[in-house]
C-alpha cells in the first residue's frame, strides 16, 4: 500500500515527466476511479492545461494546475503512477498524454484511491480530516508528545492515524517501531515524554531516509539500508535483520503488524521487571 515514501516516488515522476508540458489528452479508462466529475468533464478541464508543481502531502498527491487548482491522486492500496511511452500499463485507469515520447499512467488494480480536481489543498485536507505531513519540518517533538494525547489505543495504531500525522502506514509504522525498539501493540498512555520524542525523531529519520534513497515500501526496498524490518517483513520465516530471531506479527486494525519480539520492548514489563 502506497506510503508516504511511495508518494515521494510518485511525485519524482510526476516531476520529470508530467511538469511544463501541454496535456495533449485525457484518457479515461475506469470512471469509478475519478472523484465527483464525469470522465468528459475530467479531460475538457486537462487537456490543454500545463501541471506546474507538484506537491505532496501525507499519502496524497497534487499537481497545480496553469488554469488554476490542482489535479489530485489519491493511491488507495495497489495504486501508482507509471510512465510509459509506446503501451499503456496494464490496469491504467486514467492516462495523461503528453506530446511524445512519455505518457502517464495512474495504474490501480485494486481501484481503491482517487483521481480528481481539487480547488484549495489546504481547504481539501480539512475537509479530508488529515493532519499534517510527516516531514513538515514545522512540526516538532515537543509537538508529537502532545499530539500523541492520552489515547488508549496501540502506538500502531495511532501512528497509522493520517489525522494525527499523516503518511505513515502499515510498512512504515512497522518500521519506525522496529527502528525504535518498542513493541507495536504497546498503549500511547504507556509512553512517557522520552519515549515519544525518541519515536518522532525515529519517524522523521526513517521516512526522510527512505524518500532519499528513492525506496517505497514495496517497490526497491533493495535501496534501503541492511539493518531495516521492511526488506524483510512480510516473508516466510522472515528473522529480524538486527539479532537473528524469527519475527512475530499481530493483527492490528485489521493490518498484520512485524516486530521483533527481541529488539522491541514494552516499556510495562521493563517497569514491571525492575
Ligand atoms: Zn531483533
Redesign the pocket.
Known amino acids: 500500500m502506497p506510503e508516504l515514501p511511495d508518494v515521494a516516488v510518485f511525485a519524482r515522476i510526476l516531476e520529470q515527466h508530467g511538469l511544463a508540458r501541454p496535456i495533449a489528452a485525457v484518457a479515461v479508462h475506469d470512471a469509478r476511479i475519478l472523484a465527483d466529475i464525469t470522465p468528459e468533464a475530467f479531460a475538457a478541464a486537462l487537456e490543454g492545461d500545463q501541471l506546474q508543481q507538484v506537491r505532496r502531502h501525507g499519502k496524497h498527491l497534487f499537481a497545480a494546475r496553469a488554469r488554476g487548482g490542482f489535479l489530485h491522486f489519491h493511491f488507495g492500496m495497489t495504486g501508482a503512477l507509471e510512465p510509459f511511452e509506446a503501451s499503456e500499463p496494464p490496469y491504467s485507469r486514467v492516462v495523461l498524454h503528453f506530446p511524445e515520447p512519455c505518457h502517464l499512467a495512474y495504474v490501480n488494480v485494486r481501484m481503491l484511491g482517487e483521481v480528481g480536481l481539487v480547488a484549495d489543498v489546504a481547504a481539501f485536507l480539512e475537509a479530508h480530516g488529515i493532519g499534517p505531513d510527516a516531514l513538515d519540518p514545522a512540526l516538532t517533538p515537543a509537538w508529537f508528545v502532545a499530539a500523541l494525547g492520552r489515547s488508549r489505543r496501540s502506538i500502531k495504531a495511532a501512528l497509522m492515524d493520517q489525522g494525527l500525522i499523516a503518511g505513515l502506514g502499515n510498512v512504515y509504522t512497522d518500521e519506525v517501531l522496529f527502528q525504535a525498539g518498542l513493541r507495536p501493540d504497546v498503549p500511547v498512555t504507556a509512553l512517557d515524554r522520552s519515549w515519544r520524542e525518541r519515536l518522532f525523531v525515529t519517524l522523521r529519520a526513517v521516512l526522510a531516509e527512505a524518500v532519499r534513497r528513492g525506496a517505497a515500501s514495496e517497490r526497491f526496498t533493495e535501496r534501503l539500508p541492511e539493518d531495516w524490518l521492511t526488506r524483510v517483513r512480510g516473508r516466510k520465516d522472515a528473522r529480524?535483520?538486527?539479532?537473528?530471531?524469527t519475527l512475530a506479527t499481530l493483527r492490528i486494525g485489521g493490518r498484520t503488524s512485524w516486530y521483533?519480539?527481541?529488539?522491541?520492548q514494552d516499556p510495562r514489563q521493563e517497569k514491571a521487571a525492575g
Open positions: 529480524c535483520p538486527r539479532c537473528g530471531t521483533c519480539p527481541r529488539c522491541q
